[in-house]
């Protein structure tokens, strides 16, 4: 897929079974795994960039303080190209649980140290704190949003929800509101995705972890039509 000058943030939601499968499993390296293997020949390749958002836990019995430090290492060896950020937590889309929320990303900081993205995508667009204080206590700049309307998307307004899917973007209390573009999950071929960007330079992009394995080569083919990915 060829076309001038487009800039993709690309992202891979719901993280977690990965590196619980490389926690119990205990490959030589976390490279040896399809998952970051992929990634790390897109960057090699193409130059990729990705943020991994990422569930602290699996919510049953493994979370990343578990993780391994050989793979958390190898990880953060890669950080030039490689951003990792909390996502949620697992298996609540409507978040209320404020202390928990905020104890399981100081967690995740304190494992992905240096790693971590000042974009945001959260599980099902929710946050139980303020984007405010999101931004004080943890850096985040910038939040991705949703490619279609929601009846709760982190703390706007209706009337603010409909300007970010019309205008793609707004700020509020000093963070940005992005649009995301497209979700490769379900597409079945490059030009699907295409259709959907065809007037944009830049896109927000992203696929979850379960649907990876099955969309990788489309995914790929996208990538080669990438001039610059940004985080």
């Given at each position: 897929?060829?076309?001038?000058?487009?800039?993709v943030?690309?992202s891979?939601d719901?993280?977690i079974?990965?590196?619980?499968?490389?926690?119990?499993?205990?490959?030589?390296?976390?490279f040896?795994?399809?998952f970051?293997?992929?990634l790390?020949?897109?960057?090699?390749k193409?130059?990729l960039?990705?943020t991994?958002?990422?569930?602290?836990?699996?919510?049953?019995?493994f979370?990343i303080t578990?993780?391994?430090e050989?793979?958390?290492?190898e990880?953060?060896k890669?950080?030039d190209?490689?951003?990792?950020a909390?996502?949620g937590?697992y298996?609540?889309?409507?978040?209320?649980?404020?202390?928990?929320?905020k104890?399981?990303?100081w967690?995740f900081?304190?494992?992905?140290r240096?790693?971590?993205?000042?974009?945001?995508?959260?599980?099902g667009?929710q946050?139980?704190?303020?984007?405010?204080e999101?931004?004080?206590?943890?850096?985040?700049?910038?939040?991705?949003?949703?490619y279609e309307?929601?009846?709760?998307i982190?703390d706007?307004?209706?009337d603010?929800?409909?300007?970010?899917l019309?205008?793609?973007?707004?700020?509020?209390n000093?963070v940005?509101?992005?649009k995301?573009?497209?979700s490769?999950d379900?597409?079945?071929?490059?030009?699907?995705l295409?259709?959907?960007?065809?007037?944009?330079?830049?896109?927000?992009?992203?696929?979850?972890?379960w649907?990876?394995?099955e969309?990788?080569?489309?995914?790929e083919?996208?990538?080669?039509?990438?001039?610059?990915?940004?985080?």
């Amino acid at each position: 897929m060829a076309r001038e000058k487009l800039r993709v943030h690309f992202s891979i939601d719901d993280v977690i079974m990965t590196l619980r499968w490389a926690y119990r499993n205990e490959p030589a390296s976390i490279f040896d795994m399809k998952f970051f293997s992929a990634l790390r020949e897109w960057n090699k390749k193409y130059g990729l960039k990705v943020t991994l958002y990422m569930f602290f836990s699996d919510g049953t019995s493994f979370d990343i303080t578990m993780l391994q430090e050989k793979y958390v290492s190898e990880l953060k060896k890669e950080k030039d190209w490689l951003k990792i950020a909390y996502h949620g937590i697992y298996g609540e889309r409507y978040v209320e649980n404020a202390d928990r929320f905020k104890s399981e990303m100081w967690k995740f900081d304190n494992v992905w140290r240096d790693m971590g993205s000042q974009t945001v995508r959260l599980h099902g667009w929710q946050s139980p704190v303020s984007a405010k204080e999101l931004k004080d206590c943890f850096g985040v700049e910038r939040l991705l949003c949703p490619y279609e309307k929601r009846e709760r998307i982190y703390d706007l307004t209706e009337d603010e929800i409909n300007m970010v899917l019309k205008r793609k973007l707004i700020r509020k209390n000093g963070v940005t509101y992005r649009k995301t573009d497209i979700s490769c999950d379900f597409c079945k071929n490059v030009n699907e995705l295409a259709k959907q960007i065809i007037m944009d330079k830049e896109v927000v992009a992203f696929v979850h972890e379960w649907r990876f394995e099955e969309q990788k080569n489309i995914i790929e083919e996208f990538m080669q039509g990438v001039n610059e990915f940004e985080y």
